[in-house]
């Protein structure tokens, strides 16, 4: 299975960066029109979208978005499913 993976540098401010990020997931995957598109591209085949924000200094690779009440990040990514 091929997939895309793209590396989109948002800085170095992590308040800013999962700002940044969660516009950007909302923008493009969120979106109906987008999701459409996305769809007759793949031919109907994606049913779930995987991402998360990296920290490059992180070598656990954390997902950035995935923050508990604690403060604590984890490393599962999130999901959209379609």
């Given at each position: ?53 990296e920290n ?27």
């Amino acid at each position: 299975m091929y997939r895309l993976y793209i590396d989109i540098p948002l800085g170095t401010d992590e308040e800013s960066a999962i700002k940044y990020a969660d516009q950007l997931v909302r923008w493009t995957f969120i979106d109906v029109d987008c999701k459409d598109r996305l769809q007759r591209l793949s031919g109907n085949r994606i049913e779930v979208v995987n991402y998360k924000l990296e920290n490059d200094q992180d070598k656990q690779k954390s997902n950035y978005l995935d923050i508990d009440e604690n403060g604590h990040v984890s490393n599962k990514e999130c999901k959209i499913e379609y």
